[in-house]
């Protein structure tokens, strides 16, 4: 049996069969005396998640360039190490020991200080405060929103159940038990501690405008059907101590000051280096030491 290829997509209002476009030969990249090729490139590109092949091809490119870079400092250098592991059985190839080792020599940042962490902290609360805390609890009257007649019973249902509650609302966790189509009716409706993220959006655009003790005055839509909700209790979030982050805080400062001067080591290797086929901007100011 023959199998004919499927080219009504591609067929053009002349009736002509449009033909893709064949894929631009890269120019080869070469790094002074080394060249990379694109089937290397290629390889190392499922390495570079990204949003299109290209991008991830780009972005494997610069990579190699960089390494080969630091491989030829190295052995410029006379640099010889020990390979080290990296546990669960894996061990380090002798070049990438080697670039360790350069990195290691070339590249130093200070320790962050107490008055570096310190500022870093004043500057940044926000960073360093906990969640604020949601008790609450609801009743769900269960509907699947590509069911218009169960999705109108059901909000009929949460509309006489708030008209209830509103008159006495120590009958929510029996109502909860009874009418609840959630697990937590068990717990009395109860949710326990929630936080940003911890529900759907629409659920939490109106818990988040309640107050301590309040009863949402209309049912919440959200896919699962309709929500009967109320906040018991808000535990606003605090900062927390200094003491507590300034561990954390000097560990972000260093690999960011680390992260820094290896760029700008980079970028002085590639101003003193031939580079064919890519561009790379090179650093504009010396090592940070």
């Not at 609801?138 to 509309?159: G, Y």
């Not at 189509?181 to 109860?190: L, V």
């Not at 659920?203 to 909700?229: C, D, M, R, W």
């Amino acid at each position: 049996m023959t199998t004919v290829l499927d080219v009504t997509n591609n067929v053009l209002p002349n009736g002509k069969v449009k033909v893709p476009p064949k894929p631009k030969a890269r120019q080869p990249i070469r790094v002074n005396d080394a060249e990379i090729s694109a089937d290397d490139v290629q390889s190392e590109a499922q390495n570079h998640p990204a949003e299109t092949p290209v991008q991830a091809f780009e972005q494997a490119a610069r990579a190699l360039v960089v390494r080969e870079l630091l491989r030829q400092e190295s052995i410029a250098k006379g640099i010889i190490a020990e390979a080290e592991g990296l546990g669960e059985g894996l061990k380090e190839t002798d070049e990438d020991a080697a670039i360790r080792v350069l990195l290691e020599q070339e590249v130093t940042v200070p320790d962050a200080d107490e008055s570096n962490c310190l500022r870093y902290y004043e500057n940044h609360l926000s960073k360093f405060c906990s969640e604020t805390l949601y008790e609450a609890r609801h009743i769900l009257f269960a509907a699947s929103p590509s069911d218009e007649s169960a999705r109108k019973t059901a909000k009929l249902a949460a509309d006489s159940v708030i008209v209830e509650l509103q008159a006495d609302r120590s009958k929510f966790a029996v109502l909860a038990l009874t009418l609840s189509a959630c697990t937590s009716k068990e717990q009395g409706g109860n949710l326990g501690q929630l936080t940003k993220g911890s529900t759907v959006p629409e659920f939490e655009n109106v818990l988040f405008t309640l107050k301590e003790g309040e009863l949402s005055a209309e049912p919440v839509a959200t896919q699962y059907g309709y929500h009967v909700i109320q906040l018991d209790r808000i535990i606003v979030g605090e900062v927390l101590p200094f003491e507590l982050v300034q561990e954390r805080i000097a560990a972000w400062l260093e690999a960011a000051s680390w992260s820094r001067a290896v760029s700008q080591y980079i970028g002085i290797l590639v101003g003193k280096s031939k580079i064919v086929g890519i561009d790379l901007e090179a650093a504009d100011g010396p090592l940070v030491q």
